[in-house]
């Protein structure tokens, strides 16, 4: 496919504002994708060349970019460095300027889908001596076969800044009607990228195999699987209608979700984002092989850091670890503790249709239990006085507080249902609560905030129409740290219009963000609001920290919030 069909949808689709109207355009524009193209389109759309799990990234500078920019316009750095200054965008840097580009630069034939795939990928592999100046090339060379508009999403999908509003789930429902008709078919995609979180994966099955097809996609050890989510409840007395029967109770911790991977001799470890994070622990790695049996397995756990005695530290000291230089360093001076809670597959079998108690059965068994790998700490009961007991002990040990779990659930990947429970100390006392919610627009500051955002608009996620719904404006609990950390932050996210997904009500910000950065927020309660898309908002909210580990889906539902409301 002529990857200027591509670059005219996706001006299309920028200036989109309707996220409904945005899936019947992808849908359209699918039926007409070649089935080997499929996979690329979808990879592109999303505004990557491969998925998280890949852990690919292009490398590429934006100050590598504008020097192709000029090349490729066959103009001095300074009039790139001028445009940019006046547009503030890479991608409309290269627009105006490629529009004047002389003919002798431009190389005979057009520029294909599958070319520049093929090229992006070879910007990622171009490592060594002079490797930033062959990637500079790679880019002038796609720059120069595509026409202006092209060019400006070329830039912007190497830098990583699209921005177009598309989300996985948006993806999905357009395949769902593009190649089924019925976008309720959608459920079935879901379901199986739950299991196999790869977008180009379960696109091109569905293009050329069918929906029977993507009903068969299983687990596979070495490509993550979307992580079970927990409900919360008003109060503990409810767990006994909500979970009938006996309860697995383990603490919760204050860490980061981890999911092992095991396959021969290779050890992968994914976030809860499902980025592949396996550099940054490679203690953890070593503790693995040498304290969990199997030669192949998927388990779960949380990652907490440690002092010398073998107690949790706070979270923020775990966020040490999260870096790309200085690793061994930091593995002295941050020890950690991995806490397994479950496991998914062993051996060749898949565990996620077997109960609770099977597979954390069968977890203990593989464990040789150590100061550094673990099991989280649990007890099994069907006495709400013993729930209420062990949740008293994990807060006098500096724990979150407690998960609670059908002792014979299955594990529901990437759903947050009825068989997980979580009660942490915030709900315990009854006058505040703990959301996650994304940044889709801010106020600049005024007095002591001017030249910063003064204030943040915040949404939940509404996970039936793939949609966020405004539902407060943050200001408080913001340090100057953070308010001088939250531009850069934010600039790769920044768009000049409402985001498609974005549903605002009364209360319009100064700044628009694509949905991507997730925060934590502490309020006292909800109240009705007509301000807010929800309905609802927040009162008294007071930022907790980045939630760098979730994405934008992974943050607070909308069910969620109403059925806090309802139940108060």
């Known amino acids: 496919m002529d990857f200027q069909k591509l670059a005219d949808l996706y001006e299309e689709l920028e200036h989109t504002s309707s996220g409904n109207k945005m899936r019947e355009i992808l849908a359209e524009f699918f039926k007409k994708v070649p089935e080997d193209d499929i996979a690329v389109i979808s990879y592109l759309t999303l505004g990557q060349i491969t998925s998280d799990y890949e852990g690919v990234v292009l490398g590429m500078a934006e100050k590598s970019v504008l020097k192709a920019i000029g090349k490729a316009a066959g103009t001095d750095e300074s009039r790139v460095k001028k445009t940019m200054q006046e547009l503030g965008d890479a991608g409309l840097t290269a627009e105006k300027l490629l529009q004047k580009k002389p003919q002798t630069l431009v190389p005979v034939g057009k520029l294909t889908v599958k070319e520049l795939f093929e090229k992006l990928h070879k910007i990622t592999d171009t490592t060594g001596t002079g490797s930033q100046e062959e990637k500079i090339n790679i880019l002038v060379n796609l720059l120069q076969k595509a026409s202006p508009k092209g060019a400006k999403y070329i830039i912007r999908i190497t830098l990583g800044t699209l921005r177009m509003g598309a989300g996985d789930m948006t993806v999905l429902d357009a395949l769902a009607m593009a190649y089924t008709g019925d976008k309720k078919n959608k459920e079935v995609l879901e379901k199986a990228y739950n299991i196999c979180p790869d977008v180009g994966i379960i696109s091109e099955t569905l293009a050329k195999k069918g929906l029977k097809a993507i009903e068969k996609i299983d687990v596979h050890v070495g490509r993550p699987i979307k992580m079970m989510l927990a409900q919360r409840v008003e109060s503990l007395a409810e767990v006994a209608e909500k979970i009938p029967g006996r309860w697995g109770v383990e603490a919760k911790y204050d860490g980061e979700r981890m999911q092992v991977h095991k396959s021969k001799d290779k050890i992968s470890i994914f976030s809860r984002r499902m980025e592949n994070i396996t550099a940054q622990f490679p203690d953890v790695v070593k503790y ?37 230089t200085d690793i061994e360093e930091y593995v002295k001076k941050v020890p950690v503790q991995l ?79 009825w068989n997980w429970i979580k009660w942490k100390k915030e709900y315990h006392t009854e006058t505040t609560d703990t959301f996650d919610l994304v940044i889709v627009g801010a106020f600049y500051g005024k007095g002591k905030r001017s030249g910063t955002y003064g204030a943040l608009l915040c949404a939940c996620y509404n996970d039936k129409d793939d949609t966020f719904e405004t539902v407060t404006k943050l200001g408080t609990g913001l340090t100057d740290e953070m308010l001088e950390e939250l531009p850069k932050k934010l600039k790769r996210h920044l768009v000049d219009h409402k985001p498609a997904r974005v549903i605002i009500s009364d209360i319009k910000p ?59």
């Open 510 to 568: 100064e700044v628009w963000f694509e949905p991507a950065v997730v925060v934590e927020v502490l309020a006292a309660e909800i109240t009705k609001s007509p301000s807010h898309a929800l309905g609802l908002a927040l009162r008294f909210p007071r930022f907790i920290k980045l939630r760098e580990d979730k994405k934008a889906e992974q943050a607070t539902t909308s069910k969620e919030i109403k059925q806090m409301y309802k139940d108060k």
């Open 288 to 324: 693995l092989q040498e304290h969990v049996s199997g030669k192949e397995y998927v388990i779960e756990g949380e990652i907490l850091a440690i002092d010398k005695d073998g107690k949790p530290l706070h979270f923020q000291v775990l966020m040490q670890r999260k870096r790309k």
């Open 339 to 417: 806490k397994l809670f479950d496991l998914l597959y062993y051996n060749g079998k898949s565990f996620l249709h077997e109960s609770y108690e099977t597979r954390t059965n069968q977890l203990a068994k593989m464990v040789n239990v150590g100061k550094h790998i673990t099991l989280a700490d649990r007890i099994m009961t069907d006495d709400p006085r013993e729930v209420e007991k062990f949740f008293q002990k994990m807060l006098k040990e500096k724990q979150e507080g407690i998960m609670i779990k059908s002792m014979d659930s299955e594990y529901q990947a990437g759903t947050r249902g």
